[in-house]
């Protein structure tokens, strides 16, 4: 199993800057995947960023050029750096992990945290 804890939303104005935190209960060089969702009030869920299978990274393209993830390995700590932040990407953030594990695939969650984009 993995908890994953998050930290660092909050409010922000448009044009403003917010990092996000998530620490694992274990090493992340552990996971096959870790990274960020956001769910937006009456939209699904969506995939923000995540490193994939070692070191690669995806984001979604409304992201592309303003958010970073980036690890610190030593503090099993995966951060995503959020800049230039719009209306639009006010939302509930979770961090998520997916392990694969006897050749089954498991999803851990995070307990979300609000950010809110707003003048």
């Known amino acids: 199993q993995v908890q994953l804890v998050e930290s660092g939303g909050g409010l922000v104005q448009p044009g403003g800057s917010l990092r996000l935190s998530c620490t694992a209960s274990r090493s992340i060089f552990s996971l096959y995947a870790m990274g960020w969702y956001r769910q937006a009030p009456g939209k699904q869920r969506e995939l923000v960023a995540a490193f994939t299978s070692g070191s690669s990274t995806n984001y979604i393209d409304s992201v592309k050029g303003r958010f970073t993830i980036s690890r610190d390995n030593a503090k099993n700590t995966v951060y995503l750096q959020m800049n230039s932040l719009k209306p639009e990407d006010t939302a509930v953030y979770y961090c998520?992990?997916?392990?694969?594990?006897?050749?089954?695939?498991?999803?851990?969650w995070g307990q979300g945290t609000q950010v809110t984009v707003s003048s």
């Open positions: 998520y992990a997916h392990t694969i594990e006897s050749n089954r695939g498991y999803d851990y």
